[in-house]
Nanobody, 125 residues
Framework: QVQVVESGGGLVQTGDSLRLSCAAS????????MGWFRQAPGKEREFVAALGWGDGNTYYANSVKGRFTISRDNAKNSVYLQMDSLKPEDTAVYFC??????????????????WGQGTQVTVSS
């Protein structure tokens, strides 16, 4: 069974940085894209950032563009989310997701079939 596991969440102050990591593991699989989503209390899950594995193109939500950077380590089937200039509104549970089927919808939840359990990021003001 293929799975992804996130790590790196925590409690930080406004303006601080945090780096999330996500590693995919399991039986033989192909990665088409990996992405990050987040869900704040009382809100729906929203897209944050994604990376197309084939061409390396990156995609960002407008709310994080210029502050967050998604990157990857192909050899480790891992993706990272560097979060700088954090704001209280970035507080949420962050989920890593992987598309191992080639769904092709990088910025939508339906584009991913494998999800992690989530890691809490809390930004205090």
């Amino acid at each position: 069974q293929v799975q992804v596991v996130e790590s790196g969440g925590g409690l930080v102050q406004t303006g601080d940085s945090l780096r999330l990591s996500c590693a995919a593991s399991g039986r033989t699989f192909s990665v088409y894209a990996m992405g990050w989503f987040r869900q704040a209390p009382g809100k729906e899950r929203e897209f944050v950032a994604a990376l197309g594995w084939g061409d390396g193109n990156t995609y960002y939500a407008n709310s994080v563009k210029g502050r967050f950077t998604i990157s990857r380590d192909n050899a480790k089937n891992s993706v990272y989310l560097q979060m700088d200039s954090l704001k209280p509104e970035d507080t949420a549970v962050y989920f890593c997701a992987m598309d191992a089927q080639g769904r092709g919808h990088f910025t939508a939840s339906v584009g991913y079939g494998t999800w992690g359990q989530g890691t809490q990021v809390t930004v205090s003001s």
